[in-house]
């Protein structure tokens, strides 16, 4: 059994003007001690899809689908147990630490709360585990007394993985968690990051936009677009040989230093990101697809094997590029 | 090189720190230039002084001490003086979102600049030439739209429309893509890349981005604690770099070769530089012995490797390079 | 080109009135409202003559309402009909007055102190406190005895209290502004101060400034009263402040002379609450965060 099994989840927000799809069917599973990671571009739903895992969402959000961590749905668990879940299965580490940090309350108040609400260490044991956190992840003891205004934003997201470790979680997710820090910054962090998750055997679910990173951090990928997967397999496939135009076009986004095809030829996509509440027929993505197809706005592909162990949702990989099947829909 | 369009002469600009700490020295003597259609990056981590050095040569802050050059004339901070000088140099900004006025639409968004400067004849066409040129086509249907209708691409093609409409000579750039989705971003460096062939646009680039800088750019000016550590073509500078610095922020760069240096702690602050070489207390190279084998460790720790001249040339302002390494210039070093 | 920004205006005047409309409260005010300006305005053609005249009076002193005259007549035979609509011409007249020396002060200072900082920001901050804790009335009573009862001295005495209330506001939302990068933008094309102070700054504070007018012209209009029933009013001039004076004056209260006091308390009750409602549903337009949460 997986740590985490994602099954054909959808999250659609209600709003104003109609209900707006955020996941779209999303089927995954994350294994104890796996690293995956998670890409894809602003609102193509991972950050949804990160807090769904814990059920996080405003009360506009729908679910359907199951979430199953060590085997419970997640989505159906009483709040009682979920609470449980929430402090001692999985932690999310947000992006942006300066404002998932309470400005008014010393950072080693804020990593004792969750340890402090639910187990019945005395005070000087609590002082002790919260030292031991910070030392953990880079940081001296003494600076529990600092507030978070007296910290850098690197020193930050280090209080922010201590808070996450601190019930000792079995799962780890982190959403864009180098995201607007500098490159020796971010270096420090995802080492820090991957040496915590080797040594404890924690699994972790690392959310960005930057495939580079993901590739470089985790085990496997898995490419997000307009709300779905539409390209899943080991990292350094996916990385080095996507077999989706759009995992090859957030593979190229972030050249690699040195290799003569990206020299003053920067790699785009045309067009833009489509709008959830308006999406295109057929593939997602056909509109600004580089390998587009005739049928491509007529047949939209569900994930499909493409080579060892990975999986693809693009008419390129389907037998006879799928045509048969739209045949088929046509008929 | 022919004569440079924008210099930066033996730049400092000094802050007076918050909470008493002193004076915070965020340029500490810089000189650089940049050619006709040249592309040049400026990279660095935040707190480096490189968003101050490109304010600087702006015109929006004025050194503490040393000067700007436009075109071989020292900058003069008279209004008049300053809005010629912006006709020929402009801004674009990190976040295309912000450095929009939610109340303005597109075509006034463009068209402020030939409204500042007066320049009223044919201010419909020269709009929709702007907008076109930064990929904005047709640009009649853009005029009225509210940058919230748009969206971030977009918004950054606005931007670079509203500086294109001066017709400039040179960009500076802030962080043009750092807060747009990856598969934008490329659009928008090739857009940068268009403009220098087309126009022959000079462009400044200030990032802390090295794949951005060999994505687009001719020369790259590697900036540490407020000066430039090492300069010279991308192509050198990025690939076999000198500095142990550079070294550093290439190696720990996700696909880079070798095993990463991660440097510990965090950039020093620009109110108290270290003695000696301003990197010594985070350098590698030091630490691990190889500078006191090559007999310059006490120079590392006491002497300071100098102000790197302005030009082409390949420089790093390393003492460990200068000795091991004989393609180093010690000429370029105009003042120990 | 000019065919291009009416096109943009008549768009966002549409956008904007589509919006006010559907606040309901806010309907109902403007159309109180542009009945009591209408009124005011016609006050003169819908009266007779002698309306106002004390020594020719159209009835008898203090009858109650007959057919003649619906809301009786006041302590001279005048009718209270006439004496609300051309109360309404006083209300209102003051009530724009000063609102407009407030917000043109206020504005105008707002912004100068927001945009250029230093000691003047600092200067307007100690006047702005002064003001805050100085009571108009108080101001009203020695302008009065020194200026002479006039509704000049009640409009200056109730814009000079109020402007350093707008100015505060318009200096806050000024710096908000100043700080976004469009301003460095803005700078960096080469514009000046003023530039950026009238294409950038004031537009941003303009629709804080419009809802601050509306919620202040009902307070303006509510000050007079005040003013009036203190019997610092111009003593010529047939405001409903006057004219609740003058009822207490002839003790309606106690005579149990209910149209001589009702009809003008409720005027001044409606006119305030109609810019109130205006007011509020300007504000909810232009600000998106008040509207979702309506």
């Given at each position: 059994?997986?740590?985490?099994?994602?099954?054909?989840?959808?999250?659609?927000?209600?709003?104003?003007?109609?209900?707006?799809?955020?996941?779209?069917?999303?089927?995954?599973?994350?294994?104890?001690?796996?690293?995956?990671?998670?890409?894809?571009?602003?609102?193509?739903?991972?950050?949804?899809?990160?807090?769904?895992?814990?059920?996080?969402?405003?009360?506009?959000?729908?679910?359907?689908?199951?979430?199953?961590?060590?085997?419970?749905?997640?989505?159906?668990?009483?709040?009682?147990?979920?609470?449980?879940?929430?402090?001692?299965?999985?932690?999310?580490?947000?992006?942006?630490?300066?404002?998932?940090?309470?400005?008014?309350?010393?950072?080693?108040?804020?990593?004792?709360?969750?340890?402090?609400?639910?187990?019945?260490?005395?005070?000087?044991?609590?002082?002790?585990?919260?030292?031991?956190?910070?030392?953990?992840?880079?940081?001296?003891?003494?600076?529990?007394?600092?507030?978070?205004?007296?910290?850098?934003?690197?020193?930050?997201?280090?209080?922010?993985?201590?808070?996450?470790?601190?019930?000792?979680?079995?799962?780890?997710?982190?959403?864009?968690?180098?995201?607007?820090?500098?490159?020796?910054?971010?270096?420090?962090?995802?080492?820090?990051?991957?040496?915590?998750?080797?040594?404890?055997?924690?699994?972790?679910?690392?959310?960005?936009?930057?495939?580079?990173?993901?590739?470089?951090?985790?085990?496997?990928?898995?490419?997000?677009?307009?709300?779905?997967?539409?390209?899943?397999?080991?990292?350094?496939?996916?990385?080095?040989?996507?077999?989706?135009?759009?995992?090859?076009?957030?593979?190229?986004?972030?050249?690699?230093?040195?290799?003569?095809?990206?020299?003053?030829?920067?790699?785009?996509?045309?067009?833009?990101?489509?709008?959830?509440?308006?999406?295109?027929?057929?593939?997602?993505?056909?509109?600004?697809?580089?390998?587009?197809?005739?049928?491509?706005?007529?047949?939209?592909?569900?994930?499909?094997?493409?080579?060892?162990?990975?999986?693809?949702?693009?008419?390129?990989?389907?037998?006879?590029?799928?045509?048969?099947?739209?045949?088929?829909?046509?008929? | 090189?022919?004569?440079?369009?924008?210099?930066?002469?033996?730049?400092?600009?000094?802050?007076?720190?918050?909470?008493?700490?002193?004076?915070?020295?965020?340029?500490?003597?810089?000189?650089?230039?940049?050619?006709?259609?040249?592309?040049?990056?400026?990279?660095?981590?935040?707190?480096?002084?490189?968003?101050?050095?490109?304010?600087?040569?702006?015109?929006?802050?004025?050194?503490?001490?040393?000067?700007?050059?436009?075109?071989?004339?020292?900058?003069?901070?008279?209004?008049?003086?300053?809005?010629?000088?912006?006709?020929?140099?402009?801004?674009?900004?990190?976040?295309?979102?912000?450095?929009?006025?939610?109340?303005?639409?597109?075509?006034?968004?463009?068209?402020?600049?030939?409204?500042?400067?007066?320049?009223?004849?044919?201010?419909?066409?020269?709009?929709?030439?702007?907008?076109?040129?930064?990929?904005?086509?047709?640009?009649?249907?853009?005029?009225?739209?509210?940058?919230?209708?748009?969206?971030?691409?977009?918004?950054?093609?606005?931007?670079?429309?509203?500086?294109?409409?001066?017709?400039?000579?040179?960009?500076?750039?802030?962080?043009?893509?750092?807060?747009?989705?990856?598969?934008?971003?490329?659009?928008?460096?090739?857009?940068?890349?268009?403009?220098?062939?087309?126009?022959?646009?000079?462009?400044?680039?200030?990032?802390?981005?090295?794949?951005?800088?060999?994505?687009?750019?001719?020369?790259?000016?590697?900036?540490?604690?407020?000066?430039?550590?090492?300069?010279?073509?991308?192509?050198?500078?990025?690939?076999?770099?000198?500095?142990?610095?550079?070294?550093?922020?290439?190696?720990?760069?996700?696909?880079?070769?070798?095993?990463?240096?991660?440097?510990?702690?965090?950039?020093?602050?620009?109110?108290?530089?270290?003695?000696?070489?301003?990197f010594h207390l985070r350098c590698p190279v030091l630490a691990s012995g190889a500078a006191a084998a090559a007999g310059v460790d006490g120079a590392c720790r006491g002497e300071d490797p100098g102000v790197?001249?302005?030009?082409?040339?390949?420089?790093?302002?390393?003492?460990?390079?200068?000795?091991?390494?004989?393609?180093?210039?010690?000429?370029?070093?105009?003042?120990? | 080109?000019?065919?291009?920004?009416?096109?943009?205006?008549?768009?966002?005047?549409?956008?904007?009135?589509?919006?006010?409309?559907?606040?309901?409260?806010?309907?109902?005010?403007?159309?109180?409202?542009?009945?009591?300006?209408?009124?005011?305005?016609?006050?003169?053609?819908?009266?007779?003559?002698?309306?106002?005249?004390?020594?020719?009076?159209?009835?008898?002193?203090?009858?109650?309402?007959?057919?003649?005259?619906?809301?009786?007549?006041?302590?001279?035979?005048?009718?209270?009909?006439?004496?609300?609509?051309?109360?309404?011409?006083?209300?209102?007249?003051?009530?724009?007055?000063?609102?407009?020396?407030?917000?043109?002060?206020?504005?105008?200072?707002?912004?100068?102190?927001?945009?250029?900082?230093?000691?003047?920001?600092?200067?307007?901050?100690?006047?702005?406190?002064?003001?805050?804790?100085?009571?108009?009335?108080?101001?009203?009573?020695?302008?009065?005895?020194?200026?002479?009862?006039?509704?000049?001295?009640?409009?200056?005495?109730?814009?000079?209290?109020?402007?350093?209330?707008?100015?505060?506001?318009?200096?806050?939302?000024?710096?908000?502004?100043?700080?976004?990068?469009?301003?460095?933008?803005?700078?960096?094309?080469?514009?000046?101060?003023?530039?950026?102070?009238?294409?950038?700054?004031?537009?941003?504070?303009?629709?804080?400034?419009?809802?601050?007018?509306?919620?202040?012209?009902?307070?303006?209009?509510?000050?007079?009263?005040?003013?009036?029933?203190?019997?610092?009013?111009?003593?010529?001039?047939?405001?409903?402040?006057?004219?609740?004076?003058?009822?207490?004056?002839?003790?309606?209260?106690?005579?149990?002379?209910?149209?001589?006091?009702?009809?003008?308390?409720?005027?001044?009750?409606?006119?305030?609450?109609?810019?109130?409602l205006v007011g509020r549903a300007i504000e909810g337009v232009l600000n998106p965060k008040l509207r979702e949460r309506r």
């Open positions: 059994m997986s740590l985490l099994e994602v099954d054909d989840l959808t999250v659609t927000y209600r709003t104003a003007g109609g209900d707006v799809p955020a996941v779209r069917g999303v089927s995954f599973a994350l294994e104890a001690g796996q690293k995956l990671g998670l890409a894809g571009e602003s609102g193509c739903g991972k950050s949804t899809m990160a807090l769904a895992l814990l059920r996080l969402l405003p009360r506009t959000a729908r679910y359907t689908g199951e979430i199953r961590f060590d085997g419970e749905d997640i989505l159906t668990m009483s709040w009682g147990r979920l609470r449980a879940v929430r402090w001692a299965g999985a932690s999310i580490v947000f992006q942006g630490a300066m404002h998932s940090l309470n400005a008014v309350q010393r950072i080693g108040a804020q990593i004792a709360e969750p340890i402090r609400l639910h187990s019945k260490a005395t005070e000087a044991e609590i002082r002790r585990r919260t030292g031991e956190l910070l030392e953990h992840v880079g940081l001296p003891a003494r600076r529990a007394d600092a507030y978070p205004h007296e910290l850098s934003g690197g020193q930050r997201q280090r209080v922010m993985i201590a808070m996450a470790l601190a019930c000792d979680p079995k799962l780890i997710v982190a959403d864009e968690p180098t995201t607007a820090l500098d490159v020796m910054i971010q270096a420090q962090i995802l080492t820090l990051i991957e040496s915590l998750v080797a040594e404890q055997g924690i699994s972790l679910l690392m959310i960005s936009h930057d495939l580079s990173v993901l590739a470089d951090t985790c085990d496997r990928l898995a490419v997000m677009y307009a709300g779905r997967i539409v390209e899943e397999g080991p990292a350094a496939a996916v990385f080095g040989d996507a077999r989706h135009p759009y995992g090859r076009a957030l593979a190229a986004a972030f050249p690699r230093i040195g290799d003569p095809a990206s020299r003053r030829r920067p790699q785009g996509l045309a067009g833009d990101p489509p709008d959830p509440a308006d999406l295109p027929s057929g593939c997602t993505f056909h509109p600004r697809c580089p390998a587009r197809l005739d049928h491509c706005d007529k047949l939209d592909p569900r994930l499909w094997p493409a080579g060892d162990d990975a999986r693809a949702a693009c008419v390129h990989v389907l037998p006879d590029k799928g045509l048969s099947l739209v045949a088929k829909e046509s008929a | 090189m022919s004569a440079p369009i924008l210099s930066a002469e033996d730049v400092h600009v000094e802050f007076e720190a918050r909470r008493g700490g002193g004076r915070a020295r965020a340029v500490d003597g810089v000189n650089l230039d940049i050619a006709p259609g040249e592309i040049v990056a400026l990279v660095g981590e935040s707190g480096c002084g490189k968003t101050t050095l490109a304010r600087t040569l702006l015109g929006l802050e004025r050194p503490t001490s040393g000067r700007v050059l436009h075109r071989g004339t020292p900058l003069a901070y008279s209004s008049k003086a300053l809005k010629r000088f912006r006709r020929d140099v402009q801004l674009v900004l990190q976040d295309p979102s912000g450095s929009l006025n939610p109340r303005h639409t597109v075509y006034d968004a463009v068209a402020e600049g030939l409204r500042i400067h007066g320049d009223v004849p044919n201010e419909r066409e020269r709009v929709a030439d702007a907008l076109s040129r930064a990929g904005l086509r047709p640009p009649e249907r853009f005029f009225l739209r509210f940058p919230h209708e748009l969206s971030g691409g977009q918004r950054q093609r606005v931007v670079i429309a509203g500086a294109l409409v001066l017709e400039p000579n040179v960009i500076v750039a802030d962080e043009p893509v750092a807060s747009l989705d990856a598969s934008v971003r490329g659009e928008i460096l090739a857009l940068l890349l268009r403009l220098r062939d087309e126009l022959g646009l000079a462009a400044l680039v200030v990032t802390h981005d090295l794949g951005l800088a060999w994505n687009i750019a001719d020369r790259v000016a590697v900036m540490y604690l407020g000066r430039i550590v090492e300069t010279g073509p991308v192509e050198k500078i990025l690939t076999a770099p000198e500095h142990p610095y550079t070294q550093a922020l290439l190696s720990v760069l996700p696909d880079a070769p070798g095993s990463p240096v991660v440097l510990q702690g965090e950039p020093p602050d620009p109110t108290r530089i270290p003695p000696g070489c301003r790197l001249a302005g030009g082409t040339a390949v420089q790093a302002a390393c003492h460990y390079a200068r000795t091991v390494s004989s393609s180093a210039d010690p000429a370029a070093v105009v003042r120990p | 080109m000019n065919g291009l920004v009416w096109a943009r205006r008549r768009r966002t005047a549409a956008r904007f009135w589509s919006q006010f409309r559907q606040n309901k409260a806010g309907v109902f005010g403007l159309v109180v409202l542009a009945l009591f300006v209408l009124t005011a305005l016609l006050a003169p053609v819908i009266t007779p003559d002698n309306a106002l005249s004390v020594t020719r009076p159209p009835g008898s002193p203090l009858d109650g309402p007959s057919a003649d005259f619906p809301l009786g007549t006041d302590r001279s035979g005048r009718s209270m009909v006439d004496m609300i609509i051309w109360g309404s011409r006083v209300s209102l007249t003051v009530g724009f007055w000063a609102t407009f020396i407030s917000i043109a002060f206020g504005t105008l200072f707002g912004i100068l102190a927001g945009h250029f900082g230093g000691w003047g920001s600092s200067l307007l901050m100690r006047v702005t406190d002064w003001f805050l804790v100085m009571p108009s009335l108080v101001l009203g009573v020695a302008l009065a005895a020194v200026l002479g009862r006039s509704l000049t001295t009640i409009i200056v005495a109730i814009g000079v209290t109020s402007w350093p209330t707008t100015a505060r506001l318009v200096r806050a939302q000024t710096l908000a502004v100043e700080a976004r990068p469009y301003i460095e933008r803005a700078r960096a094309l080469g514009g000046g101060h003023l530039h950026v102070m009238t294409n950038h700054v004031l537009p941003n504070v303009m629709p804080i400034v419009l809802a601050q007018t509306t919620l202040m012209v009902g307070s303006a209009i509510l000050t007079e009263s005040t003013f009036a029933f203190l019997g610092l009013g111009d003593p010529t001039t047939a405001s409903w402040g006057a004219t609740i004076q003058a009822a207490r004056d002839v003790g309606a209260v106690s005579s149990r002379m209910w149209w001589y006091i009702l009809p003008p308390g409720i005027a001044i009750v409606l006119v305030v609450l109609a810019f109130t």
